[in-house]
């Protein structure tokens, strides 16, 4: 049983940066892929980010490649996400997930566990 609680969204301006934490406890966190997924209003989840439980690989959605950072503290049992030079169309509501030795999968069917999310707004 793992639970993950996500941290760090708020309302910016476009252009600004943030820092998204997922903090996780329950399991062995060094064993388990991460990802990073976003929900905007009327539209579906979507894919942003991931990392292998071995984190030798990460995954990026198109769109945000460049602009967004995923990287974990194994130490800190935390997965973070770093989104730069944000816009309005970034705004949603931002989860992080989990998966049992998992590899840097955008398909999120295939994660085991999910946070509660941390709203992110960015205002033009």
């Known amino acids: 049983q793992v639970q993950l609680v996500e941290s760090g969204g708020g309302l910016v301006q476009a252009g600004a940066s943030l820092r998204l934490s997922c903090a996780a406890s329950g399991g062995t966190f060094s064993n388990y892929g991460m990802g990073w997924f976003r929900q905007a209003p009327g539209k579906e989840r979507e894919f942003v980010a991931a990392m292998s439980w071995s984190g030798d690989r990460t995954a990026y959605a198109d769109s945000l490649k460049g602009r967004f950072t995923i990287s974990r503290d194994n130490a800190k049992n935390t997965v973070y996400l770093e989104m730069n030079s944000l816009k309005p169309e970034d705004t949603a509501v931002y989860y992080c997930?989990?998966?049992?030795?998992?590899?840097?999968?955008?398909?999120?069917?295939?994660?085991?566990?999910w946070g509660q999310g941390t709203q992110v707004t960015v205002s033009s």
């Open positions: 997930a989990a998966k049992f030795l998992g590899g840097n999968t955008p398909e999120s069917r295939l994660y085991d566990y």
